[in-house]
């Protein structure tokens, strides 16, 4: 497996919860900023070179214009067109022995999603060495997408027509998702897991792991508004690698910034993945005073930024989302002291003794020894946890029908590695907390004062957030 190809995809999950709030994390906290007329500042060079201001000024609007991420809130209404619906169907993928479910991941090309496979195939391999679920063993067939959304469209037919899947479990492909889970709802085919994509919260069929796109920046900025506060940011910059999903996100975030502390955004950088280095962008943050800045980036584009303002002796406030990589964070230690990370799973390494944590790092290794412990292979361990218990819910006269019926009586769930978790009929957007840690030169610890799941609520039509109470680590 290649390293740097591997490491390049451990927080493609949380990369794209982050941009959520990515746009929304880079704001001008002087008075200028605080006042709420000043008009977005968004920088879109590519490649650490500094592109013409205000060009993306209006993209705050994508994810309405679309229909994504409504009034009416993510999982509420069905948007999704008709379900395909049949005895036959509804048993498809079952035999006297087994259950056979499928999932796309993204192998080759950008991302090698290969350790969020494994931790699909590692859960299934302990369920079934207890004898599977009411005497079934589970059996996982697996497309990958290769990072391309018409391969994906192809994965999907493939999966549903010559497979014959039952559900789609724990599946991870960036580009592919979005036009996939419209096309495995009209088809009558439960999903479980995913990347938080809005055509995953519109369908009835659709059980994500993962925080809304289109919302969760909502929530989130009520913990960042927090801690620039409590930090004393004054002017604030951003760096947002060229990911999918972006314009999807950026509605949610500028309104909750917007809504918690009258931020307004002053300048992102978006940047390309492969970027070899960021000193002429480091350089103009120093230039510009900036003394903050919230990155959402590839682990290997997060070494190379910290690496390049080490070699400007330049130390802002940063912070990461989704950088729990230690086998990276290693290699900038000392820049990267001080920073902090938001993650919306469990960091096993930063959690020694949870039980939780310390299930899925053993368990994965015991069939895949050496595998990576990323981000987004954790919501596919999360995924498989939830499609189980709704399969031991569901009874062992097993239908699709009944599997969906049963997943939605999830009522604080408790997972390894997330929150507990809550679907009812009427909303599926169960992940609504996030833990904030801080690398102390060393690992990752818990950011002072939060040393709980950070969690929120959303507002009656989801036009806004508010503080929940905080959830244990148990």
Not at 143 to 152: E, F, K, L, S
Not at 272 to 279: E, I
């Amino acid at each position: 497996m290649n390293p740097e190809r591997t490491f390049k995809t451990l927080a493609v999950t949380s990369l794209v919860l982050s941009l959520v709030f990515a746009f929304a994390l880079v704001w001008d906290l002087s008075g200028g900023g605080r006042g709420g007329g000043a008009s977005s500042q968004v920088a879109t060079g590519m490649a650490g070179e500094e592109g013409t201001a205000g060009a993306e000024q209006g993209a705050g609007t994508g994810a309405g214009a679309s229909g994504q991420g409504s009034a009416e809130g993510p999982g509420r209404l069905p948007t999704l067109g008709p379900v395909k619906r049949g005895q036959a169907e509804e048993k498809t993928g079952i035999t006297g022995g087994s259950i056979k479910l499928g999932a796309i991941f993204s192998e080759t090309g950008a991302f090698d999603a290969r350790p969020a496979e494994y931790s699909v195939r590692a859960y299934f391999q302990a369920v079934n060495e207890q004898g599977g679920i009411y005497g079934k063993k589970l059996e996982l067939a697996v497309c990958d997408d290769g990072g391309d959304a018409t391969r994906g469209d192809q994965c999907a037919r493939q999966l549903v027509e010559r497979e014959k899947v039952f559900a789609i479990v724990g599946w991870l492909a960036p580009f592919s998702e979005p036009r996939a889970a419209r096309y495995f709802h009209q088809q009558g085919v439960p999903v479980i897991g995913g990347l938080g994509v809005p055509e995953e919260f519109e369908s009835p069929l659709s059980f994500p792991t993962m925080a809304n796109l289109a919302q969760a920046g909502l929530g989130v900025a009520i913990y960042l508004c927090e801690m620039s506060a409590k930090e004393g940011w004054k002017k604030s910059a951003g760096v947002v690698a060229d990911l999918p999903f972006m314009l999807q996100a950026v509605d949610g975030a500028i309104r909750g910034l917007k809504q918690q502390c009258n931020a307004t955004p002053a300048r992102v950088d978006k940047v390309s993945t492969a970027n070899p280095s960021y000193d002429s962008l480091v350089i103009q943050w120093k230039f510009d005073g900036i003394d903050s800045i919230v990155a959402a980036m590839d682990p290997m584009s997060y070494v190379r930024m910290f690496q390049a303002m080490q070699r400007q002796g330049y130390h802002p406030h940063v912070v990461v989302i989704g950088g729990a990589s230690e086998e990276h964070n290693r290699q900038v230690a000392e820049a990267l002291k001080g920073a902090v990370t938001v993650e919306s799973e469990l960091v096993p390494r930063a959690h020694p003794g949870h039980p939780g944590g310390e299930r899925y790092v053993k368990t994965l290794h015991r069939y895949y020894p050496g595998v990576t412990v990323a981000s987004d292979a954790e919501i596919s361990w999360t995924a498989a946890q939830v499609f189980v218990e709704g399969l031991k819910r569901a009874g062992p006269d097993l239908t699709r029908e009944k599997l969906v019926a049963a997943l939605n009586t999830l009522r604080e769930f408790k997972t390894d590695l997330t929150a507990p978790l809550t679907y009812t009929p009427e909303n599926h957007d169960a992940v609504t907390c996030v833990e904030l840690l801080q690398w102390d030169g060393a690992r990752w610890r818990f950011y002072p004062g939060y040393e709980a799941w950070q969690c929120w609520s959303y507002l009656p039509g989801y036009s806004g957030a508010r503080r929940a109470p905080s959830r244990p680590f148990s």
